[in-house]
């Protein structure tokens, strides 16, 4: 398997632009995880699916942020607007029993 | 809610030295417990995990880690460490009834020659 797999790897936009950031988790992973990862706050867990259906999303930190998954192999996050403080690296992860996550590389977002 | 914290922000080893590193979590009950590795522009790699039973876990790479629930401790250990070891490790707990992880800061580990 070829693990989860993030796109794009590195992104850079300039402030007001709409961002989508997109994964595909693991083939049979039912469960599919949106981290933020920053110096500041460490990593937080924005939001998570079980079986395409979002189960928790007290970590969107606001409106502007949106999380999909269309179908058990695809989930984007959208930012939009997107502005400078969103700039850090998210993880999408998946699992098949909830725990015991695979992680992506990632995608770095630079909003200038 | 359950927090992790990772008291040690930097450690540096020789390699072939042993490494610890300290974990301590707050939760009111049985904890899920699990340290993760980090390497340089890389995503998180689970090393091990603890649900219940013994209280010593193996994992990958040759680590280990002990649940020490007096000291709401899960310290993390490896007898003689590699250069290759050198990444940053999180800690992380979950409290059983969803499949948030709450992580630590990180311990960035730099091994000497």
């Known amino acids: 398997d070829a693990g989860v797999i993030q796109s794009p790897r590195h992104e850079v936009t300039e402030m007001g632009q709409e961002v989508t950031l997109r994964c595909k988790p693991i083939?049979?992973?039912?469960?599919l995880f949106w981290y933020r990862q920053t110096m500041m706050r460490g990593l937080e867990l924005l939001i998570y699916?079980?079986?395409?259906?979002?189960?928790?999303d007290s970590g969107m930190p606001e409106d502007r942020f949106s999380a999909k998954m269309p179908n058990a192999s695809f989930s984007t996050l959208k930012i939009q607007p997107s502005e400078p403080r969103d700039s850090a690296v998210y993880f999408c992860?998946?699992?098949?029993?909830?725990?015991?996550?695979?992680f992506g590389s990632g995608t770095r977002l630079t909003v200038v | 809610a359950q927090s992790v914290t990772q008291p040690d922000i930097h450690i540096t080893v020789s390699e072939g030295a042993s490494l610890e590193l300290r974990c301590n979590y707050s939760?009111?009950?049985?904890?899920?417990l699990f340290w993760y590795v980090q390497s340089p522009g890389q995503g998180l790699q689970l090393l091990l995990k603890y649900f219940s039973g013994d209280t010593l876990v193996q994992g990958i790479k040759g680590f280990e880690a002990e649940f020490k629930r007096s000291q709401s401790s899960f310290n993390l250990r490896k007898p003689s460490v590699h250069w290759s070891d050198a990444a940053e490790y999180f800690c992380?707990?979950?409290?059983?009834?969803?499949?948030?992880?709450?992580f630590g800061a990180g311990t960035t580990v730099t091994v000497r020659a």
């Open positions: 992380a707990v979950g409290a059983g009834h969803d499949y948030k992880l709450s």
């Open positions: 699916f079980n079986n395409n259906v979002p189960i928790d």
């Open positions: 083939s049979g992973h039912d469960y």
């Open positions: 992860a998946s699992s098949l029993d909830g725990y015991g996550y695979t």
């Open positions: 939760y009111g009950a049985t904890p899920y």
